[in-house]
Each structure stands twice: as structure tokens, then as C-alpha cells.
């Protein structure tokens, strides 16, 4: 059975902090609004925050709806609660056009997305395993599946096996990884290979078949573009192209750019985090 | 004003008047052991460290253990030196507040100190007294009578009604031989006036009197903690503010009052201990001006950049 | 016994000298400048004696007055010299020209590379060059300044080459400091050399702070009338604190730390003895990075959470601008020229000094063949940090300094050797030529940029010593620029006053009753004096 050509998603994402000993003060930047692309409309979006804070909304220089806001009075939880309602389609298929020789003709333009960052940096030793491939590879895009197809491979999928602060390498050595690292891992020995690629932030519904009106517990997720003549998109965590099931909310450099919830407080204590995701499909 | 700024010159405030009756004190404590040889040394030191807070230490308390606890040693918290490092680090903190004259004073008296080190010791409490009395000239002939000048004058009252309970306390354990009472009548300052006011007539309970209750004298503990009072009255006005009372002004008002209506012989009995209540009262509204006027200038210890 | 006598054995002097002309009559020995025939005159007048006596109690007034510079958390008292530096009503103009054109420049080019970036599009600079930049912020990109002013306050720092040409070495926009010591030296000087100051007409320094005030106050957020302005400080034990203090206070308005401001509701708010009151413009003295803990580093105690996004609300306005420092980091100073030509359509006024981009392969090769030639600087250092002088380094040096430029090459920049000029200098052996620098100040309202006449000069105390800079034991030097006599609204500082004043006489109690003459003459030297201190401030 083919994937429907379009989808409408509701997400409901959940999170925040809840501290031992209270907390005085707390300043925050929430990236938690998925954004209106050529394959995505956004039909509603809010943000709840508890307790009620001053707040004041922004596009960031990547484009992403940033909500920053500021919380003065001492308390023990901070909820945020984002919900929106998303008109997703198929991503039409593109030709994987970019030569090699093309590459450096867009080598100034997108010099952001061939920063080596302390996320991204591939490990040598990674490297040199890829080097067959890259030697093979006719093309860039040829070279990006079957790097990312080599990565899906080395790497296992482990819920919780890495904190939010893993690199690539990192990942790499330890052969383990959630979306964040597929992500990371697949950019970085992209760039090194002076393919432009981005580090896209949204949400997967995790079913292949999503069923209309049936409320799931998804993740946040992560996965990539390359330039490749345009912007392709591909998800190494799954191994497959981006589709309905797919929501973005921010594109950047790498993690760093696109952190859902950001921010500091004034505390004595520990504090804990919380997050939840929660997906459905309605049409 | 910012309320750093009013915390540093309250500490200003403080401070040099710590560093002045410390000098005091000092002299009165050096001219009795000097003076009167029956005095045992070791208790009477033992004695002043206590009044001044003192617990920490090793060995027996002797002249040499008091100078340099009391006043060479910077590392010492009650010392001199202390006092005027302290004085100048709060004076750099409101350095823009402060005119040049103020700040060059202060300045100059701090690096002083190693030279005042190397005085005889009556000369170098000679030297905090006329430092710190020429920082008070130049501060009350050039500070604008703002509510910075408030607080300076709230600081340096609030600290001399505690030092001078100190004194009053040393001179009283000291007392009995009829040294004390005259050498700290001299280290005041108020010899003279209290010859004048008493008609010659000396006694440990007059001297006592004239340094608690007088009106007149601007060193007394009740003229002192007037002067405290009038600072908190005129920033309580500046403030244009509503409410409550003012919690320091009631604990220095009581304060003054349970002196002036309590007869003499009934403080005068155990001055010491009146003179701990009193020192109590005066930490008790130090922390009430803080909590109200320095509170918003709370410190907050930000984490994060935790990120999800 | 025969005293030495200051200017002997004076020289040689290689390169240019700003006292010491070349020997025009072929008489053996170079002679001195016009500009600073009568300072030399004056100074051989007095005698050795004297001036020593004079630099000594300039000495002990400066420590007095906490003029100090803090080295390692250290403070340590900031040597200035006691012979003056002199710059021409000519020389100054062009100094000035220049440097007002380069602020101009370079306000364009941060617009346009938080704005709409058609210098990359028109290939003037490489956009690799801004956007790898670890200065390029782009938390601030899109935000527009309220009177469209980024680089309120900038300190161009110039040397004079071999022919006596003004070369311009490095832009500072993001928190340029030292012009407090413009302020002091020049009052210290004054004090030190009051019949030397009164020979000349010098230009004034001291209204400093009220152009910059007026500046501040015209860069606040649209709809405040008459706006708070703050100087925000790190601290006590920043080594510029002294000059927060001076400016604060000839400003008039409030210095504070980071922990005396709070953001509420996306305003800037201080903590006062009567509650929060509202800021609206902050001449802050904290790097970018330690300015926001939400937005740069969350360690930050000094700064101000929040402070970033009251900015982009448009409620505060932060002097200089968040992200200054892709102007001024050593790989865009050398497209400065080109900017110039790009954004003004002119031709820049003040060279740069010839310099190599290391990112740049043939450019590379060129240098790598002669490193021992050339001084190679990280393209991020400031303060001397991690500069390479070739003729001074030993082999070894010289290796690791290839291994590094090879590492990461797009990191430095190669210059040759500039032989900075030199002036006359109070040193132990007496009056010596010493290499100097000058970064003058700038300050810009949005209509106009204010050329501070003097700025900072920056002596190199050990004999040959090449990097001057106050982080490596150097001093500093009043620098007297001469009014021309063709400008009318320059009085020149210091001129003697016009009219004697008349006191009236002090009333004397019985002690000294009777003696009225001594008193009034008294008196009047006493007025006389102070005259002279008053109006050099």
C-alpha cells in the first residue's frame, strides 16, 4: 500500500523543569513551532507556558519562530506546552543533480553548512573506513546515500544511549546513537567531503501507516538536508526520505542552532527535566 | 540610587569608624597595661579580645598577640588593617560616586598602612585617627547631602554606637584602678568637655554617663544613635514611601530610649552586658537596612544552558 | 661635576623620528622639528634636575589618583611620560579625515552584514570571511540599532612608518578603551609642565564625555524623551575600571555591574534604593560573550539574562552593538580599503600596512619562504597575544609557528616588519627617541563622527621594544595636537587667562588682623593656581 500523498498532523509537545528547591528566576528560549515550508503548512500553532511568564516572539536567523520569555516569581515547575496542527505532504521526488565540480561554485555561498562544528567534526578514524566509498562515488548525492546507508549500518539506534551534548565522534566510538547522532554523524562526513548539508529539527510520527485519530507518543526527531544542485532531504535514523510523516520545525548548522528549550535559572537545588511528545493524525 | 552603591557607602561608613575606634580602643588598652602594673596582662587581653569578638586564637594573649590581632594583621578580620582595606575596597566599588578628594584620601590611607606598620603604636593609632578624621573633613565638606551621604552618615552612626559599647565595656572590666575611665575619656576625645560639663569631678559613673548619655557630645552612644535615627528619617522621606514603620529606626529608637529613661544605676550595674544588647541591636537594624534598602540587589546564581 | 644634559647622545635614530628631523645642512648632527623646537628649548632650559623632579611628583600624583592599569588582577600604576607627544594642525586634519571615513566604512559594512549582505553578493569580501566568523552573532542579525548607529565609540590605532605616513594597524568597535587616559594625562601634564603647556595652543580633550553622552542619549530607543543612560562594568577587577569610573563620572550618569540590572518584560531595569527603575541606553563595557548567560556563555556572572532580547524589543540600547567584532578582527582589516571604496565611493585616506592573508594559497607560499622576514598575527589575537616577530624568532620558533600557519592557515595574517616612529622619551639614561603608537578616538551620533583631538599615545619603555601595548609594561604620553592658526573656534587649550581676578579680601579673625596685605596676595595665588588646573580639565 502507497503512503497517502498528504497528511494532517496534530502534535502536542510537553515539556520543562521541575526543581528541587524552586526556583527564583528562569529565562528561556523555546524553538518548539513548526515552520511553513514549501511541503508543510502550518494551520495552528500555540505555546502554553505555566506559570504565566512575560514573553515575546522572533525569527531567528535561521527562520525558526523562536518564543522567549521570562519567569520572575519562585516556583517549583516550569511547563511549556506547544500544540499545533500541521498540513504535511509527499516531498516530490528530485533528481540528484550536483557534480562534484559543481560543488565549489557554492562553496562561499553555503560556507555555513561546511562548518566542521564540534558537533559535526567526523572522527578519523570514520573517515578512513569511508574513504572507499567517497573514492567510488561519482556523484555528491551518491556519495551522501551511501555514506548515510554505511552509518545506518555501523550505528545502532539506542534509546537513551547519549546525552544532548554528544558530538559525532563521540557516537561514533561508541557505535551507538539516537536521531540527534545520525544526524550529526551523517553532516559532518558530508561537510568534510565539501557537500553543503543542514541539521533539520521536527517531529516523525512514528508509525509507517499512521492511523487517523489515534493519538501516539512520538519523539522530537532529527534528520538532514544536503545540497545536491537544490535541498534534498534525507532521515539516516530510519534510512529513508522525508515525507508526510515528517514536521519540521527549525533548520541550522547543527543542533546548537535549533534546541527546543534553552535557557538558565536561579536555583539552589537540582533540577529535573521533563518532555513529552504526543502525535496524531487527523486526516 | 543603585543599591550597591548605598551598601558601599554604608560599609564606608562603617568601616573607618571601625578603624578609628579600634585605634581607640587600642591606646586605652596599651596606656592601662602600661600604666598600671598591678594589672595582669593576660586576663586584661583576654578581656578585650572577647569585647571585640575575638574566639580564635592560639596561645596567651599578650600586648604583642593584641597589636597585631587588633591592628597590623590585614588577615585578621578585626584588625586595622582590615578595616581599611575593607573601607577602600568598598570605596572602589562606589569609586564613580565618590569625589576624587574622598577616593584619594581613602586611597593614600590604604597604602599608608605598611609605613604605619613600622610606627610605635601610639603613633600609628595617632595616624588612623587623624586619617580617618581627615576622610570625615573632606567627606562632610565635599559629599552632596544626597541619600548617599545618608547612608554613609546611617553606616558610620550604627558603627560608633557599637564601638563605643566596646570601649565602654574594656573601660568597665579594666576599671577599678583609676586608670581606665580618664584614658578612655583622652581616647575619645572627650576629656576635656567631660572636665568641663563635670566640674572637675571624676568618677568611673559619671564617665560612664557622659560617654552613654550625653546629648552633646557627638561620640555619646545616645547622640550617636540619634544621629543614626535622623539618617533613616531623612531617607525615609527621600523615599516617599507608605507602610510600616521602619524596622531599624524602631531598633535604634528603642535602643536609645531604653537608655535615656532606664535610671544610670541600673545600666551602669553590669555595663557589660548592657553593652552586648546594645551591640545586638545595632546588628539587628545594620540587617534591617539591608533587607530594605539593599534587598533588590539580590544575587542570583544562574545555571543552565541546559538544553533539551 | 658636569651634568649630562637631557638631549645628549639622543639618538641614533632609525626611522622616523617625530623630534628629530634629518640633517639638512649636512652639519653632522639632525635638527629639531618646528613642532617641537620649543618643547625641546624649554625642556633643555630646565635642566635634567628639574625634570626629573617634575616626572617624579607626575609619578606619585598619578598613583594618588588610583590611575592604574590591572595586569593579571594586579593594579599597577600606568607610567606616563612626561615629555610630550606633538602632532601638527596638518597632520592632525589628515588623522582625522581618516579615521571618521573608516568609521563610516566599517558602521556600512556591519549594517550590511546583519542586513541584507550585498557586499557578498557584489563579491566585496568572501561571505566565508563574516560567517565563520566566531564574532558574527547571528542572535543579533536583523536587529536594528534605534538611530541606526552600531559602532558608537571606536579606536583606530595608527602608526607612523618609515616616511612619517600615518598607516592605519587595527580597527577596535566592539569596546575600545584607554581614552580615560587621555583625560588624565593630559590634566596630569598640564599640572607637571604648566609654562611648557601655556607655550602652545593645544586642542582640548575634556569634552569627551559630553560628546559621548550626547551620543548615547541620541541612540536611545525611539519615544524616550530624556533617557536613562548607564555605563555597565564587569567589575572592579576589570583592568579598565578605572575608566568606567572617570567616564561614568564626567558623564554624570550611573556605573553598574551586571547584578545591578534585572530584565523585566523585555526592559532593563536597576536596582535602586527605591525599587526598579528603567534603563534605556547601556554603554556597556563587557565583551559580547559575557554579555547575555541566555544567549552566550550561561557561566556569565557579569552579565544581564535577558538583556539581548530587550534589545531586540526594541526597549534598550546596547553601546557598542552586539557583534562588532566582525569588523575589527584582523582578516576584514585588510578589506577595510576595499569597503571604503565599495560603501563611500572614495579612496581610502589612512593606508593599512601591506598585509598577506594567510587563507590565501599563493599569498602563503610567498610568506612561508620568508617567515623569518615578517611578523605573523592570529587573525583573533588582541593585546600582542600570539604575534610572531620573524627577525626576533629563534629557528625552533619559527618551525612551530609553519606548523601552526599550516593547521589552520584562514587564523593569521603576515606583516612586515613596520618601523614605528619614535619621540623623545624620559628614560633612565635621559631624554631617548622610543617607538610609540596612537589609537585616537572616535565617537559617532549618527550624524556625525567626532574626532577626539589626541587620543592615545602608547610608548614602548624598553629601548627597540616593537609591540607597544599596555598589557606588556608600556606607558603612555599626552599628545598635544596644535590648533592651526587659521581655526577660529579652537582657543587652545590652557591659554593663559584673560582677565586677573580680583578677590575680595577674607574676612580675618583677631590672630591675624592687621596683616591683611600677605592674605590678599596670598589669596590671589592661590586663585591663580587654581585657574590653571580648572581650565585643563
Known amino acids: ?283 | 540610587m543603585l543599591s550597591r552603591i548605598a551598601q558601599s557607602l554604608f560599609w564606608i561608613g562603617r568601616y573607618l569608624e571601625r578603624a578609628d575606634d579600634t585605634a581607640r580602643i587600642l591606646d586605652v588598652q596599651m596606656q592601662v597595661l602600661i600604666e598600671d602594673p598591678g594589672m595582669d596582662e593576660r586576663t586584661s587581653c583576654e578581656q578585650l579580645l572577647s569585647v571585640m569578638g575575638v574566639e580564635d586564637y592560639t596561645g596567651n594573649p599578650n600586648r604583642w598577640m593584641i597589636l597585631d590581632l587588633l591592628a597590623h594583621n590585614a588577615d585578621s578580620p578585626v584588625s586595622i588593617a582590615a578595616a581599611i582595606g575593607a573601607a577602600r575596597e568598598s570605596a572602589r566599588r562606589a569609586r564613580e560616586t565618590l569625589s576624587t578628594d574622598i577616593w584619594a584620601a581613602i586611597n593614600t590611607t590604604w597604602r599608608g598602612l605598611p609605613t604605619a606598620r613600622a610606627m610605635r603604636s601610639p603613633d600609628m593609632f595617632a595616624w588612623v585617627r587623624n586619617r580617618t578624621a581627615m576622610i570625615s573633613g573632606i567627606a562632610d565638606s565635599t559629599m552632596t547631602r544626597d541619600e548617599g551621604w545618608q547612608f554613609y552618615m546611617l553606616g558610620r552612626s550604627i558603627e560608633r554606637v557599637d564601638m563605643t559599647a566596646r570601649l565602654l565595656s574594656t573601660a568597665a572590666l579594666a576599671s577599678g584602678p583609676q586608670v581606665a575611665w580618664p584614658t578612655t575619656l583622652r581616647a575619645c576625645g572627650a576629656y576635656e568637655s567631660f572636665i568641663r560639663a563635670y566640674r572637675g569631678i571624676e568618677a568611673d559613673r559619671q564617665a560612664a554617663e557622659f560617654l552613654l548619655l550625653d546629648r552633646w557630645f557627638p561620640r555619646s552612644i545616645v547622640s550617636s544613635l540619634a544621629q543614626a535615627e535622623k539618617a533613616l528619617t531623612k531617607l525615609e522621606r527621600s523615599g516617599q514611601r507608605t507602610g510600616f514603620s521602619d524596622e531599624a529606626q524602631r531598633l535604634l529608637g528603642r535602643a536609645r530610649t531604653e537608655l535615656e529613661y532606664r535610671p544610670l544605676a541600673d545600666i551602669v550595674f553590669d555595663l557589660p552586658v548592657e553593652m552586648e544588647r546594645l551591640q545586638r541591636s545595632c546588628a539587628a537594624a545594620s540587617d534591617a537596612v539591608s533587607a530594605r534598602y539593599f534587598a533588590e540587589y539580590e544575587e542570583h546564581t544562574w545555571r543552565g544552558g541546559i538544553v533539551l | 661635576m658636569d651634568l649630562p644634559q637631557l638631549f645628549d647622545g639622543y639618538g641614533p635614530v632609525v626611522g622616523f623620528d617625530e623630534m628629530m628631523g634629518p640633517d639638512l645642512e649636512g652639519s653632522g648632527s639632525s635638527t629639531v622639528r618646528e613642532n617641537y623646537r620649543r618643547v625641546h628649548e624649554s625642556f633643555e632650559k630646565m635642566g635634567s634636575e628639574e625634570i626629573r623632579l617634575r616626572a617624579d611628583s607626575l609619578a606619585s600624583s598619578y598613583l594618588e589618583q588610583g590611575v592604574t592599569f590591572g595586569v593579571a588582577g594586579e593594579e599597577r600604576p600606568f607610567p606616563l611620560d612626561i615629555v610630550p607627544r606633538l602632532i601638527e594642525a596638518a597632520d592632525w586634519e589628515h588623522v582625522e579625515r581618516g579615521v571618521r571615513q573608516r568609521v563610516l566604512a566599517l558602521e556600512a559594512f556591519l549594517a550590511d552584514a546583519y542586513g541584507p549582505g550585498e557586499l557578498f553578493a557584489d563579491d566585496v569580501v568572501p561571505r566565508a570571511t563574516v560567517m565563520t566568523s566566531p564574532h558574527f552573532h547571528r542572535v543579533v542579525a536583523g536587529l536594528e540599532p534605534a538611530n541606526g548607529v552600531r559602532v558608537h565609540v571606536a579606536g583606530v590605532d595608527l602608526i607612523r612608518d618609515g616616511n612619517g605616513d600615518f598607516r592605519v594597524l587595527e580597527d577596535n568597535v566592539r569596546v575600545p578603551s584607554g581614552v580615560s587616559y587621555v583625560m588624565t594625562n593630559r590634566r596630569a601634564l598640564s599640572a607637571a609642565l604648566p609654562e611648557v603647556f601655556a607655550d602652545h595652543r593645544i586642542r582640548p580633550v575634556s569634552q569627551y564625555s559630553q560628546r559621548l553622552l550626547a551620543a548615547l542619549r541620541k541612540a536611545a530607543p525611539a519615544g524616550v524623551n530624556d533617557p536613562t543612560v548607564v555605563v555597565l562594568t564587569p567589575g572592579v577587577y576589570n583592568s579598565a575600571y578605572f575608566e568606567h569610573t572617570l567616564l561614568a563620572r564626567t558623564m554624570g550618569v550611573e556605573l553598574v555591574e551586571g547584578r545591578d540590572l534585572v530584565c523585566r518584560s523585555g526592559r532593563v531595569m536597576m536596582r535602586t534604593t527605591n525599587g526598579l527603575e528603567p534603563v534605556d541606553v547601556i554603554y556597556r563595557r563587557i565583551d559580547d560573550d559575557f554579555l547575555d548567560p541566555v544567549q552566550f556563555r550561561s557561566d556569565s556572572a557579569l552579565g544581564v539574562p535577558g538583556i539581548i532580547n530587550a534589545a531586540r524589543a526594541g526597549h534598550v540600547t546596547i553601546a557598542n552593538a552586539v557583534g562588532n567584532g566582525v569588523a575589527d578582527d584582523k582578516l576584514l582589516y585588510t578589506y577595510v580599503p576595499d569597503l571604503i571604496r565599495y560603501y563611500l565611493s572614495e579612496e581610502p585616506i589612512l593606508r593599512n600596512v601591506d598585509t598577506w592573508r594567510m587563507g590565501e594559497a599563493e599569498q602563503r607560499e610567498e610568506v612561508l619562504d620568508r617567515l623569518d622576514e615578517l611578523v605573523l598575527k592570529p587573525v583573533d589575537g588582541s593585546g600582542g597575544k600570539g604575534i610572531v616577530i620573524g627577525p626576533a624568532a629563534s629557528r625552533d620558533e619559527l618551525d612551530e609557528l609553519r606548523a601552526k600557519i599550516m593547521l589552520d592557515p584562514r587564523a593569521w595574517i603576515a606583516q612586515p616588519v613596520v618601523s614605528l616612529s619614535t619621540v623623545p622619551t624620559l628614560v633612565e639614561d635621559g631624554v631617548r627617541p622610543r617607538h610609540v603608537d596612537l589609537r585616537p578616538f572616535a565617537v559617532h551620533d549618527g550624524d556625525d563622527v567626532f574626532v577626539l583631538p589626541g587620543g592615545l599615545t602608547r610608548v614602548a619603555l624598553p629601548e627597540g621594544e616593537l609591540i607597544v601595548n599596555s598589557s606588556r609594561g608600556g606607558g603612555s604620553k599626552d599628545t598635544w595636537v596644535l590648533a592651526s592658526p587659521t581655526d577660529p573656534e579652537d582657543e587652545g587649550e590652557g591659554a593663559p587667562a584673560a582677565s586677573r581676578v580680583a578677590g575680595t579680601p577674607q574676612s580675618a579673625g583677631p590672630a591675624i588682623d592687621g596683616d591683611t596685605s600677605d592674605v590678599q596676595v596670598q589669596e590671589q595665588e592661590q586663585q591663580q593656581g587654581r585657574l590653571v588646573e580648572e581650565s585643563s580639565c
Open chain 1, 1 to 283: 500500500m502507497n503512503p497517502p500523498q498528504s497528511m494532517q498532523m496534530r502534535i502536542r509537545h510537553t515539556t520543562g523543569y521541575h526543581y528541587e528547591r524552586g526556583a527564583a528566576a528562569s529565562f528561556n528560549e523555546a524553538r518548539m513551532t513548526p515552520m511553513t515550508t514549501s511541503e508543510q503548512y502550518v494551520l495552528r500553532s500555540r505555546l502554553e507556558i505555566s506559570p504565566t511568564p512575560w514573553s515575546y516572539e522572533y525569527r531567528d536567523y535561521w527562520g525558526t519562530t523562536v518564543t522567549s520569555f521570562e519567569v520572575h516569581d519562585p516556583h517549583t515547575d516550569l511547563t511549556v506546552v506547544a500544540s499545533s496542527t500541521v498540513e504535511t505532504q509527499e516531498v516530490p521526488h528530485r533528481p540528484h543533480a550536483a557534480t562534484w565540480d559543481d560543488l565549489s561554485g557554492v562553496e562561499d555561498e553555503y560556507c555555513e553548512f561546511l562548518e566542521l562544528s564540534s558537533w559535526v567534526a567526523p572522527s578519523p578514524t570514520l573517515l578512513a573506513e569511508l574513504a572507499p566509498i567517497r573514492a567510488a562515488a561519482a556523484t555528491p548525492g551518491e556519495y551522501a546515500l551511501a555514506a548515510a546507508g554505511f552509518l545506518h549500518e555501523q550505528v545502532a539506534y539506542v534509546t537513551g544511549s547519549t546525552e544532548v551534548t554528544t558530538t559525532a565522534a563521540d557516537a561514533w566510538e561508541s557505535k551507538n546513537g539516537v536521531c540527534q547522532d545520525f544526524a550529526h554523524l551523517t553532516l559532518g562526513v558530508l561537510r568534510e567531503a565539501r557537500i553543503p548539508a543542514r541539521y533539520v529539527s521536527g517531529y516523525l510520527h512514528p508509525s509507517p501507516d499512521p492511523v487517523v485519530g489515534e493519538a501516539i507518543e512520538g519523539e522530537s526527531h532529527a534528520w538532514i538536508e544536503w545540497w545536491d544542485g537544490e535541498w534534498v532531504g534525507w532521515d539516516p535514523t530510519n534510512a529513508i526520505a522525508p515525507g508526510p510523516r515528517h514536521v519540521v520545525v527549525a533548520k541550522g548548522r547543527d543542533y546548537g542552532d535549533s534546541p527546543p528549550l534553552r535557557g538558565i535559572f536561579s536555583t539552589s537545588g537540582g533540577s529535573e527535566l521533563f518532555v513529552s511528545v504526543e502525535i496524531t493524525r487527523l486526516r
